[in-house]
Structure formats: C-alpha cells, structure tokens
C-alpha cells in the first residue's frame, strides 16, 4: 500500500520506540537518522507525533514509524501505551554516563517483561564523538579526546558488549552528532526483524494483513486517514 | 532535575483520569504549558486498567500469604477496567480522538452486540436491542403488532427533522414530553423500556415526563442508531488492552505539544493569593532522593480527590468486577457486549448494566471474560442484593472483585472564583458521552469559549517526513 506501483518489493511498518533517561541523545540518534542532521542543544518540535523513515533491504523495504518519547521520560512518567506492540526498541544510553547504562538494563528487563515476544532490541552506547576512539570521533577537531586528553568514555565496550550478547541485544556505539553507525543501528534492527512479525505490523498499512481476528477491527479515521497515508506515503 | 521544572505554567492539572488527560491534550494543542501531575505511579486514575494481581490487592479479597493471581495465566495478559465503560463508535469521544489524531496510538475494535433483558429471574429474557427497521421486525422482544408499530417509530426517528414541523406527527416539540411521543405511536411499556433504556440509554424514567424533552431523546436515539450504522453489530467500540489507553494516549498528545508529565507525585499544598489558587507546592517519590518543589500556575484543574473539601456526593455507584471462563449466557457467545437490565424490569429505580469483554480485545488470557455489573446504589445496605439481577445473567463465575459503594463527587463551585477546576467523577453510565459533556464544560469555564475539536491540530501540526 505504501509503495508507490514501480517499487514490486514488499514493504511493511515496523513501530519502532526509543527508550533510555533523558539526554543520552535519543531524539538526536533519530534526527541523524531521519534528517541526518545534528543540532545541539535544541528542543524537540512540538507536535511532531511521529517520525518516519524507509530502510531499503536487498528484498524488503521496512518503513520505520518512530514513536519518539516526547520528553515523557524526564520524570519517569513513560506510559506503557507508548512501547506496547512496538516491534523494534532503541534502548540508549550516554558511553560518558554510567548511570544511564543502568538505566537502559532496566528498559531492556521491563521490555522483555511486557513488550510483544518477538521485538528486535538495540542497545545502543552514544556520543562515541566524545572519547578517545579513531572511529567516533569523526576529526572535526571538536573532540576533545584526539591528544588522549579529556577522554570521557566511562562504560567500556567490553561491558556494554557482553551484557548486550547475554540479553541477546543487538549492540552499536554510535554518535548523532557524528552521524558514526546511525544508519547501521537502523538497518540491522531492519534486518533483524523477523518475517512473522511482519505480518501482524499495526497500523493501517498491516490492515489488509491476515492477522487474527482482524474483522472486529475498526478504522476510525476512514477515508482521512488514507489521505493521510497517501501524503506521507515514501 | 527540580531545575527542569519551570518556575510557571498556564495551567496545572492534578491526576490523570481520562477527563484530565483530554483537557491536557487539548490545552496543550493550543499552545498552553502544562504541567500534568498524578500522585500514582501509573496513568489514569479511577479510570485505569489493571492487572490481576493489582486488582486482588486493592480489593483485599484473598487469604495472606496467598497469590491466587497465579492461577490466570500471565500477569501482564491482564487488563482490567476499574470503570467499565464503551465508546458510541459515532459519539464525542471518537469525534475527539479522530480531530486530535489520537487514534494513531490505538487500536478499536467492535463490540460485538448490545442486548436488553425482559422481565425478570428465571422469566428474563436475553435478546439483542434492535437498531434498524429490518431487526425491529424480527426481535423476540415484541408482539407482532407490536413489531408493526416499532418498525414506523424507527422510520419516523429517521426523518424527523426538528425544523421541519411537517416532521413532528402534529405535536408541538416545544413542549411534549418523549412519553407523549411514544403514546402517538402507540407503543407498549416493555417497548418503551427498551428504547429509552437499551438505545437513548437513559438510566432512569425521568427522561419521559420532561416538556419539551422528546427531540433530546430523539437525538439519544439516532446516535445509538448512527453508531450502530457505521459499523454493524453494536454501537459500541473498544480499545485494544483495555480503557486505561485512553489517558495515555491523550497524555501522549499534551507530552508531544510540549506538556510535562509527573508521575508518583504528591501535591503538599494548594498556594492561594487572595482567595485564588496560583500554584501548588508537591514531592516527587519513586526517586533518590525525593524532590520537593513549588511553582506557579494561572490556573489549576484536576479531579475530585485532589480537592476533598471542594466537592460534594451525589450518588454511589455498586460495581462488581467479575472473572469468568466463558461469554455471557443468551449473548450468541459474543466475545464481548453490553446488556442492559431496565430499571422497571427488575423493579428498580436505576438500571443495572452488564459489560463483558474478553482476550478479543487483549484485556485477558485465552478462554477467559471480563464481566462487569454495575448502577447506582439505591439502598444503603444489601448492596450485593441491588446487584444480583446482573450477577445471575453470568453463570459460574470464577472470581468475584466487589468493593463498598464508590461515592460519585461533583465540584461545589465551577472554579471561576478560585481559579480550581474540578472534574465529576465517572458515572454509572455505559459509554463516555458524560465524560465528554464534563470536558466541554470544564474547557467552558475555563477558557471562556466552546471547545471546538474539528481541525484542533490543522496548521498546527508537523509534517513527520521530507
Ligand atoms: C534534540 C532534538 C530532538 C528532536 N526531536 C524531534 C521529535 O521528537 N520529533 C520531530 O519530528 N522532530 C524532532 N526534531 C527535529 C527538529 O526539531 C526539527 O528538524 C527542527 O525543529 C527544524 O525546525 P526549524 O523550523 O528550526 O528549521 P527548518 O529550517 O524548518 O527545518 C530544517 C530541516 O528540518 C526539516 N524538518 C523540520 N521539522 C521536521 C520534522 N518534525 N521532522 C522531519 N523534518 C523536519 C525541514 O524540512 C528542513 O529540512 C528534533 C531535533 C533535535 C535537535
Ligand atoms: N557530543 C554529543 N552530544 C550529543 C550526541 N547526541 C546527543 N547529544 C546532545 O545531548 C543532549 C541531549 O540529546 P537529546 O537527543 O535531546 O536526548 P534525549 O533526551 O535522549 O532525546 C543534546 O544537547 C544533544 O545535542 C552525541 O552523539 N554526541
Ligand atoms: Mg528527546
């Protein structure tokens, strides 16, 4: 339905959330992703419920629908509604904050305990822009890591990497700012996405979908909504 | 992170209910800063839906020790209304939740019938509520004259038009009451009863005898028969895993417009400046360590038990929660449904309301129901005893959640004065029309001006894609 008639691959949504404390770069992690774009120190739109983004796969196209928090976070006021039937989780955390690894183990354990059975988890350690590593740094001159100076990683990879292997999570450090791995968290959560779970995607785009007992289903937006879908269709 | 708390706001609102939440979400739209606070660790309020084990120990109705939620299957396959209500799936709730873009981050599903008992104990009869001509002339739950009679007062509902006298059979809607419409069309009182019980779902009979009442009730009518038209079956919908949705996803909307979310949070202290309330001193728990602060507001909204002496009871509510393994009996073995027990059928003042919903709408495991019997108290004793009309009609029930009557608040004064907006608590009533007169209302005094939802978030809404 999404597709646009010259495009013969299947293409599905897939609800995507992020969740880690405030400030680790969520919001950032996707306007890098959607926009490829780095701004510091702004405030989210206002009004912007959803970000979407295409993943082109060699025989698939997933359309991300990404639910941002919308600050909902900040003080702990995260409502279960928003990473309920989410088929895809970025749980984030800041590599110069150890607190906030903490943080996204508790996110990872709650998701595991109330999220549909099937859903794909990144962990993802950000702002790599600011330690010492050849990779994240980006050699803008920005960083403050090149002379081996003020290097602020306080989680090692080494942690991060075994927690992720023994929670069987997929694992990148990353960098919004740099735009370092954005894109390959995006794309191997895309492939990671199991078929099945593609068949019972939400949203109107999986309406069509045999999922079970689909007939009781009611749409309410009807034919507005389709317009809807048509103007943002990718 | 007290920091991040600003110093003022347009408004404050305190708990959030679903009253609560739509009032944040629509504030919020408009460009107003609010800071939204519950004093729960979770969202919606009395109007949330929990799990089994949360219900068991609020209700306090098993041997210490003991975890008989064990036995149900898994924990978070649980959702279960405090306040069973359904939508009227062409009603104000859905207009709001269609106009405000709500509806991305829920899902609907029908309900699957609407049923109405005639007469009472073992002579009750369980049988669908017609909504069109057609079904009229095939219900068991009148004569075949009687059928006749019905099928003209459906056509007539159809084409009146309050405009056009010609429309009106001679009487003058001004002042006739519904009682007097019903007599043109000669209908019978079971008739009567469902009609004005099962379709313009009136709780009690005082709706007949109002002068100039009947166009209202013609409206109650046609939208029963409007929601039933767009979609089939009933003229119910429900949302996937249960009512406590609703708030959040209205949360959701104040949270993306910039509104700020407190959870696990006590107001300490209403601050007044000449006798009008301008902020609120509170604690945020749940955190190490705990955060006190204070700021401002122009105005301050929220529900009833944040303002225990500015309300007052005007009823109690009787609501039995319960478990069961099977769908109501005389329902068509429907997955879910409403059944309305008319007030006169069971020698009542007030009608009794049964709601079932099931694993169909991901409120419970497999093979399990969700059945909720509720109306208002009439007596100050015996209140199992006003409730068993309802709790016969369900067959073996598995567990049983029943509480002392809940007291139904309504604010004392409408808030201009004080600057302190109150909601009323949720009515016995089976769908939200109440709940979103209350909105209107409360957005009335406080901004002044009707609250208009169509286009709420044109022009203002972001595109989410290049
Ligand atoms: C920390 C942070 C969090 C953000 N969180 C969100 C968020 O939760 N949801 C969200 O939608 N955006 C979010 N953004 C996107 C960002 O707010 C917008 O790109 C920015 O507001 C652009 O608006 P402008 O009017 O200043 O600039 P403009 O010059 O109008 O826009 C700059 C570019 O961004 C594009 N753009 C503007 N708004 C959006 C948008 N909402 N989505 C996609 N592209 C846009 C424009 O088309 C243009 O290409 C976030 C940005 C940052 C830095
Ligand atoms: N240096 C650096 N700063 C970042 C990075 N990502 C985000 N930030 C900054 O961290 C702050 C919080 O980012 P934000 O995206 O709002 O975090 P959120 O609260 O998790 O959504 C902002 O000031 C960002 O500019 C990054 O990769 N590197
Ligand atoms: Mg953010």
Same mark, same amino acid.
């Given at each position: 339905m999404a597709d646009s008639g010259n495009a013969p691959k299947p293409s599905s949504s897939v609800k995507l959330v992020l969740l880690g404390e405030? #400030? /680790?770069?969520k919001s950032s992690l996707v306007l890098r992703f959607v926009n490829n774009d780095f701004q510091e120190n702004k405030e989210p739109t206002i009004g912007a419920a959803f970000l979407t983004q295409k993943c082109n796969l060699p025989t698939r196209t997933i359309k991300f629908e990404i639910w941002d928090t919308a600050g909902q976070e900040r003080f702990a006021s995260l409502a279960p509604m928003y990473y309920r039937n989410a088929q895809a989780a970025l749980v984030v955390y800041d590599l110069t904050k150890p607190t906030s690894l903490v943080k996204a183990k508790h996110w990872v354990a709650e998701l595991q305990r109330q999220a549909s059975p099937g859903i794909v988890i990144a962990l993802v350690g950000n702002k790599l822009d600011l330690t010492n590593d050849e990779a994240g740094s980006g050699g803008d001159g920005e960083s403050p890591g090149v002379d081996g100076? %003020?290097? #602020? *990683?306080?989680? =090692?990879t080494d942690e991060a990497k075994t927690y992720a292997d023994e929670e069987g999570l997929l694992f990148f450090e990353t960098s919004a700012k740099t735009g370092y791995n954005v894109t390959e968290v995006f794309t191997a959560i895309a492939n990671a996405i199991p078929e099945t779970s593609l068949k019972t995607a939400r949203g109107p785009g999986a309406a069509h979908a045999a999922a079970r007992s689909e007939e009781q289903r009611v749409n309410l937006n009807g034919a507005r909504d389709q317009n809807a879908k048509d103007g943002c269709a990718c | 992170m007290a920091d991040e708390i600003a110093k003022e706001y347009d408004v404050i609102v305190l708990g959030t209910g679903l009253t609560e939440c739509i009032l944040s979400g629509v504030l919020s739209v408009k460009g107003k800063k609010v800071l939204h606070i519950d004093r729960n660790d979770h969202y919606g309020g009395e109007a949330a839906s929990v799990n089994l084990e949360t219900l068991y120990k609020k209700y306090g109705n098993y041997a210490q020790g =003991?975890?008989?939620?064990?036995?149900? %299957? *898994?924990?978070?396959d649980w959702n279960i209304d405090l306040v069973p209500k359904f939508l009227m799936s062409s009603g104000e709730l859905t207009k709001i939740l269609v106009s405000t873009d709500v509806t991305r981050y829920l899902e609907f599903k029908q309900v699957a019938g609407s049923f109405v008992q005639q007469g009472s104990g073992s002579k009750a009869t369980v049988a669908k509520v017609p909504s069109d001509a057609a079904e009229a002339l095939r219900s068991p739950l009148m004569g075949l004259f009687e059928k006749r009679r019905m099928k003209n007062f459906i056509e007539w509902i159809g084409q009146f038009d309050i405009k056009d006298s010609a429309t009106h059979k001679g009487l003058d809607m001004s002042s006739c009451t519904m009682k007097d419409v019903y007599d043109k069309f000669g209908l019978e009182a079971p008739t009567k009863d469902f009609i004005g019980h099962a379709m313009a779902l009136y709780q009690t009979d005082a709706y007949l005898d109002v002068p100039g009442g009947a166009p209202e009730a013609i409206e109650h009518i046609r939208l029963y028969g409007n929601s039933v038209a767009r979609y089939g079956k009933s003229p119910y919908i429900y949302p996937l895993y249960g009512l406590g949705e609703l708030p959040q996803g209205f949360a959701r909307l104040s949270a993306i417009y910039g509104g700020t979310y407190m959870l696990? =949070?006590? /107001?300490?202290e209403l601050v007044y400046e000449n006798g009008k309330a301008v902020g609120i001193k509170a604690t945020m728990t749940g955190v190490e360590p705990e955060m006190k602060f204070e700021t401002r507001a122009k105005m301050i909204l929220g529900d009833p038990s944040y303002f225990p002496d500015k309300v007052k009871v005007v009823g109690h509510v009787l609501r039995a929660i319960c478990i069961l393994k099977h769908p109501i009996p005389n329902t068509s073995d429907s997955d879910s449904c409403q059944l309305i027990i008319p007030q006169s059928q069971v020698g009542r003042k007030n009608d009794i309301y049964v709601a079932s919903v099931s694993s169909a709408h991901n409120v419970c495991p497999k093979n399990y129901w969700i059945a909720i019997v509720s109306t208002i108290a009439? =007596?100050?004793?015996n209140h199992h005893l006003e409730l068993a009309p309802g709790i016969e *009609?369900?067959?073996?029930?598995?567990e049983q959640f029943m509480g002392p009557p809940i007291p139904i608040y309504e604010p004392i004064e409408d808030g201009t004065k004080d600057n302190i907006f109150i909601s009323k608590s949720y009515d016995a009533s089976s769908h939200f029309e109440s709940t979103t007169d209350d909105v209107r209302d409360i957005y009335r005094r406080l901004a002044g001006e009707e609250l208009v939802v169509e286009g709420l978030r044109e022009g203002i809404q972001v595109t989410s894609e290049e």
């Amino acid at each position: 339905m999404a597709d646009s008639g010259n495009a013969p691959k299947p293409s599905s949504s897939v609800k995507l959330v992020l969740l880690g404390e405030a #400030a /680790v770069g969520k919001s950032s992690l996707v306007l890098r992703f959607v926009n490829n774009d780095f701004q510091e120190n702004k405030e989210p739109t206002i009004g912007a419920a959803f970000l979407t983004q295409k993943c082109n796969l060699p025989t698939r196209t997933i359309k991300f629908e990404i639910w941002d928090t919308a600050g909902q976070e900040r003080f702990a006021s995260l409502a279960p509604m928003y990473y309920r039937n989410a088929q895809a989780a970025l749980v984030v955390y800041d590599l110069t904050k150890p607190t906030s690894l903490v943080k996204a183990k508790h996110w990872v354990a709650e998701l595991q305990r109330q999220a549909s059975p099937g859903i794909v988890i990144a962990l993802v350690g950000n702002k790599l822009d600011l330690t010492n590593d050849e990779a994240g740094s980006g050699g803008d001159g920005e960083s403050p890591g090149v002379d081996g100076e %003020g290097d #602020a *990683r306080k989680v =090692t990879t080494d942690e991060a990497k075994t927690y992720a292997d023994e929670e069987g999570l997929l694992f990148f450090e990353t960098s919004a700012k740099t735009g370092y791995n954005v894109t390959e968290v995006f794309t191997a959560i895309a492939n990671a996405i199991p078929e099945t779970s593609l068949k019972t995607a939400r949203g109107p785009g999986a309406a069509h979908a045999a999922a079970r007992s689909e007939e009781q289903r009611v749409n309410l937006n009807g034919a507005r909504d389709q317009n809807a879908k048509d103007g943002c269709a990718c | 992170m007290a920091d991040e708390i600003a110093k003022e706001y347009d408004v404050i609102v305190l708990g959030t209910g679903l009253t609560e939440c739509i009032l944040s979400g629509v504030l919020s739209v408009k460009g107003k800063k609010v800071l939204h606070i519950d004093r729960n660790d979770h969202y919606g309020g009395e109007a949330a839906s929990v799990n089994l084990e949360t219900l068991y120990k609020k209700y306090g109705n098993y041997a210490q020790g =003991t975890e008989p939620w064990k036995e149900y %299957g *898994r924990l978070n396959d649980w959702n279960i209304d405090l306040v069973p209500k359904f939508l009227m799936s062409s009603g104000e709730l859905t207009k709001i939740l269609v106009s405000t873009d709500v509806t991305r981050y829920l899902e609907f599903k029908q309900v699957a019938g609407s049923f109405v008992q005639q007469g009472s104990g073992s002579k009750a009869t369980v049988a669908k509520v017609p909504s069109d001509a057609a079904e009229a002339l095939r219900s068991p739950l009148m004569g075949l004259f009687e059928k006749r009679r019905m099928k003209n007062f459906i056509e007539w509902i159809g084409q009146f038009d309050i405009k056009d006298s010609a429309t009106h059979k001679g009487l003058d809607m001004s002042s006739c009451t519904m009682k007097d419409v019903y007599d043109k069309f000669g209908l019978e009182a079971p008739t009567k009863d469902f009609i004005g019980h099962a379709m313009a779902l009136y709780q009690t009979d005082a709706y007949l005898d109002v002068p100039g009442g009947a166009p209202e009730a013609i409206e109650h009518i046609r939208l029963y028969g409007n929601s039933v038209a767009r979609y089939g079956k009933s003229p119910y919908i429900y949302p996937l895993y249960g009512l406590g949705e609703l708030p959040q996803g209205f949360a959701r909307l104040s949270a993306i417009y910039g509104g700020t979310y407190m959870l696990n =949070t006590n /107001v300490d202290e209403l601050v007044y400046e000449n006798g009008k309330a301008v902020g609120i001193k509170a604690t945020m728990t749940g955190v190490e360590p705990e955060m006190k602060f204070e700021t401002r507001a122009k105005m301050i909204l929220g529900d009833p038990s944040y303002f225990p002496d500015k309300v007052k009871v005007v009823g109690h509510v009787l609501r039995a929660i319960c478990i069961l393994k099977h769908p109501i009996p005389n329902t068509s073995d429907s997955d879910s449904c409403q059944l309305i027990i008319p007030q006169s059928q069971v020698g009542r003042k007030n009608d009794i309301y049964v709601a079932s919903v099931s694993s169909a709408h991901n409120v419970c495991p497999k093979n399990y129901w969700i059945a909720i019997v509720s109306t208002i108290a009439e =007596t100050s004793a015996n209140h199992h005893l006003e409730l068993a009309p309802g709790i016969e *009609r369900l067959g073996k029930i598995e567990e049983q959640f029943m509480g002392p009557p809940i007291p139904i608040y309504e604010p004392i004064e409408d808030g201009t004065k004080d600057n302190i907006f109150i909601s009323k608590s949720y009515d016995a009533s089976s769908h939200f029309e109440s709940t979103t007169d209350d909105v209107r209302d409360i957005y009335r005094r406080l901004a002044g001006e009707e609250l208009v939802v169509e286009g709420l978030r044109e022009g203002i809404q972001v595109t989410s894609e290049e």
